[in-house]
């Protein structure tokens, strides 16, 4: 059973579009919800995290949307980049959990056309 | 340059035939683990390092071992491979295991068991 629910599954995009993929949670502990990026053959990287403090994060061309009350938090790619293309994963994790154990999300495949 | 190594990075095998891929970090992280990468599962725990000779299970051990007797190495172990461990495998580091420490992957371990 997925503790973090990603959609949708892949994306289409037209360069200069804006990418949207959601993440819902249950686990009302959680407390941490970042974004990996990950490209063919290479291993995730962290893009953006947030915390429950704040309802948005911005890096860049990218922004992390949160929403405590509905637990879900979404990931936006502005002025979206053949360089996008690639599958991001949200994940979460709680502090009160020592070992720091993280749920990812299914992962959705992003691609960007010219 | 900071990085977690893994090897092999492809791999088939038969049915049986004990493996071990190994993971190697140079940035002195006391925290390791190893995920799998599933279509539409996105990533998995499988176990996880707090430090040398400190290790737990994660979501999906079930078929694996794993060992940490130096603080740079967290090999794993197949004892006996079966086809359903035919997967994308991931190492990943960090500083500690409070989650909010950022989490740095290997490039990744394709298994193929025949």
């Known amino acids: 059973q997925q503790q973090v629910k990603q959609s949708p599954q892949s994306l289409i995009v037209q360069k200069g579009g804006i990418s949207i993929i959601n993440c819902a949670y249950e686990?009302?502990?959680?407390?941490?919800f970042p974004w990996y990026q990950q490209f063919p053959g290479k291993g995730p990287a962290l893009l953006i995290a947030?915390?429950?403090?704040?309802s948005e994060k911005k890096e860049g061309r990218f922004t992390i949307s949160f929403n405590k009350s509905a637990k879900q938090f979404s990931l936006h790619i502005m002025d979206s980049q053949p360089g996008d293309s690639a599958t991001y994963f949200c994940?979460?994790?709680?502090?009160?959990?020592?070992?720091?154990?993280?749920?990812f999300g299914a992962g959705t495949q992003v691609v960007v056309t010219p | 340059e900071a990085q977690v190594t893994q090897n092999p990075r492809y791999l088939i095998t038969v049915t049986g035939k004990k493996l071990t891929v190994t993971c190697s970090q140079n940035?002195?992280?006391?925290?390791m683990s190893w995920y799998r990468q599933d279509p539409g599962l996105g990533l998995r725990q499988i176990y996880y390092?707090?430090?040398?000779?400190?290790?737990d299970k994660g979501d999906v051990p079930e078929g694996y071992k794993v060992s940490r007797k130096e603080k740079r190495n967290f090999p794993l172990i197949l004892e006996s491979p079966s086809p359903n461990q035919t997967s994308l495998y991931f190492c990943?580091?960090?500083?500690?295991?409070?989650?909010?420490?950022?989490?740095?992957f290997g490039p990744g371990t394709r298994l193929t068991v025949l």
């Open positions: 990943a580091s960090r500083v500690s295991g409070i989650s909010y420490n950022e989490q740095f």
């Open positions: 686990n009302t502990a959680f407390d941490y």
């Open positions: 947030i915390r429950p403090d704040v």
């Open positions: 994940a979460a994790s709680s502090s009160t959990d020592s070992w720091g154990k993280f749920q």
């Open positions: 940035m002195n992280h006391e925290y």
């Open positions: 390092s707090m430090n040398v000779e400190v290790t």
